[in-house]
């Protein structure tokens, strides 16, 4: 079959990152008389806000992932690279890639996210991983169901500590994967052991501030801490971590033993400032103008997470997947506009809908400013919101029929061990 005709002299956008905000401005794109070039280091789209069921074996990795060819195939104008950015010389207006494949562009869009802090102590790393890709979910879905298997040996010397849970970082990152710990312990798993009742199994979520989900406002904190609770999470706050072993977690000058420990409390920008050449902005992140265009760069934007945004009020815009997409859905917009009709866009203007965080059955919290929102109907509007957010309708299909025979049944059906870890007896 033929393909449609691309012209080469067409302005040639390249987007680096495929993202919430990369993919929204490639889409917007798509059939426009430009060409576009999409480079990320992975075939697929990732859709993070439920990586965290992955990790705990409510969901499998094709369910929140797309391959990005698929997602974009429909636009003919619109080429995708597997390959990682080494290089942006922006004079001659060149990316150098991994695969020793040199771009020229007319446009460069960076949109390549944020990756987990350590806060300097990257050691701990091996022993608490995060959770914001597909692997680090398969190494924590892994360690999880392995603890519970080694804790039903009879030579399972250090049992409380196999079944001891520590999440570090009291955010919405922390919060869902301790809720959905929880939730894995006491229903899912409660008839397929013999020697071990995991519903006895100690969830902790560890927390440096003064209370959990500190971005959001305190009566919807306050309802978070208390359905954790009724769930079995023990909230620890006001508990700085000081180190991390093998052997477990000492924070506020207390020892916790656990095998298990995961971390979910910081990001930070990928190195997209210093790609460009540029002195980062506040965290890190690149500096950009109303318009998303990167300050002191011509030519070249930045958004999502990677990008220092600031709102009408002069305060940073959060790193949360619907401000990449609306400023993915903005730049593509405006650079339709302006390459194919001269047109100028207004300034991007973020149009708040809503941040959430989800506990557990019935329970998840909603802020929208003003109004706020708990209990079933924000999980009910939570759950409709992240099915609608999928990049496609088969995704869409595959999640809502899982999530309802987990809900009739309370079954997970992704507990599987793909790298089996093995401790020592009395380690």
């Excluded at 950015?85 to 060149?94: E, I, K, P, Y």
């Excluded at 958004?303 to 940073?316: H, I």
Aim: hydrophobic fraction near 45%; glycine fraction near 10%.
């Amino acid at each position: 079959m033929a393909k449609d005709f691309v012209d080469p002299n067409w302005p040639h956008i390249v987007i680096v990152g495929a993202g919430f905000g990369g993919l929204a401005a490639a889409r917007q794109l798509g059939g426009a008389p430009v060409r576009v070039t999409v480079i990320d280091r992975n075939n697929y789209h990732l859709f993070v806000p439920l990586l965290y069921q992955v990790a705990t074996a409510a969901l499998s990795p094709a369910d929140v992932a797309e391959p990005i060819r698929h997602v974009l195939g429909p636009y003919s104008n619109i080429r995708v690279v597997l390959g990682e950015v080494t290089g942006v010389d922006t004079g001659a207006r060149q990316v150098a890639l991994s695969t020793g494949e040199t771009l020229s562009y007319d446009r460069l869009v960076m949109a390549t996210g944020s990756t987990s802090s350590y806060f300097g102590h990257d050691e701990w790393r091996a022993v608490a991983p995060a959770c914001k890709s597909i692997e680090e979910a398969r190494v924590i879905r892994s360690r999880i169901l392995s603890a519970f298997e080694e804790a039903e040996r009879d030579s399972a010397a250090d049992r409380e500590a196999l079944m001891t849970f520590v999440v570090v970082g009291g955010g919405p990152t922390g919060v869902e994967l301790a809720g959905s710990i929880a939730e894995l312990a006491r229903y899912a798993l409660t008839s397929d052991f013999r020697r071990i009742r995991p519903e006895t199994a100690k969830i902790i979520l560890i927390e440096g501030g003064p209370r959990i989900l500190g971005a959001f406002p305190d009566d919807l904190a306050t309802y978070a801490e208390r359905a954790l609770r009724q769930l079995g999470v023990r909230v620890m706050t006001d508990m700085p971590v000081e180190s991390i072993t093998a052997e477990g977690l000492t924070a506020g000058g207390q020892f916790i033993p656990a095998c298990t420990v995961l971390w979910g409390a910081g990001v930070a920008p990928t190195g997209a400032a210093k790609l460009l050449g540029i002195e980062p902005g506040p965290g890190g992140r690149v500096p950009v103008r109303s318009d998303l265009t990167v300050e002191g760069l011509e030519n070249v934007y930045s958004l999502g997470d990677v990008a220092a945004c600031l709102d009408e009020d002069g305060r940073p815009l959060p790193g949360l997947a619907q401000v990449a997409q609306q400023q993915g859905n903005y730049l593509g917009k405006a650079l339709r506009a302006e390459l194919t009709k001269g047109q100028k866009s207004k300034p991007f203007r973020f149009h708040n809908r809503g941040n959430a965080a989800i506990i557990g059955r019935h329970a998840a919290i909603f802020d929208f400013g003003r109004f706020h929102m708990k209990g079933y109907p924000a999980w009910m509007l939570w759950a409709i919101v992240h099915v609608v957010l999928l990049v496609n309708f088969a995704q869409r299909i595959r999640v809502s029929l899982q999530w309802l025979w987990r809900y009739l049944t309370y079954r997970r059906g992704a507990r599987i061990i793909t790298t089996p870890v093995v401790r020592q007896a009395g380690r």
